[in-house]
């Protein structure tokens, strides 16, 4: 029913900003019992959660890409994209978009119910 889309530059140099789009058919993103998140998976290693952004647009990012990463979307497309910027080619992964469950109101998350295929990205000169 639901189902999400990464799409975007396979190729990115460093230093550059990585820009990805998440298009989301079969249901709002505004909906109220989910947001949208972010995952990378870089070549070898595990899944690593980046950011989401709730119904209402509210956005949280990890720790540790804080500073580079910026998530917004736009719901006329139904669509939430992902900017990552100064990238060096450690970030070079398979990115990810999926819906998360949540509780409204709280921090109570269940799991990433749908999920993208992933495109990789590729960050190289």
């Known amino acids: 029913q639901v189902q999400l889309q990464e799409s975007g530059p396979g190729l990115v140099k460093p230093s550059q900003t990585l820009f990805l789009t998440c298009t989301v058919s079969g249901g709002p993103i505004i909906a109220l019992y989910y947001d949208w998140s972010w995952i990378r998976q870089p070549p070898g290693k595990g899944l690593e959660w980046m950011g989401s952004i709730s119904n209402s647009g509210t956005t949280y990012y990890s720790p540790s890409l804080k500073s580079r990463t910026s998530i917004s979307r736009d719901t006329s497309k139904n669509q939430f994209t992902l900017q990552l910027s100064s990238v060096t080619p450690e970030d070079t992964a398979v990115f990810y978009c999926?819906?998360?469950?949540?509780?409204?109101?709280?921090?109570?998350?269940?799991?990433?119910?749908?999920w993208g295929k992933g495109t990789l990205v590729t960050v190289s000169s």
């Open positions: 999926a819906r998360r469950g949540v509780v409204p109101g709280s921090t109570h998350y269940y799991g990433m119910d749908y």
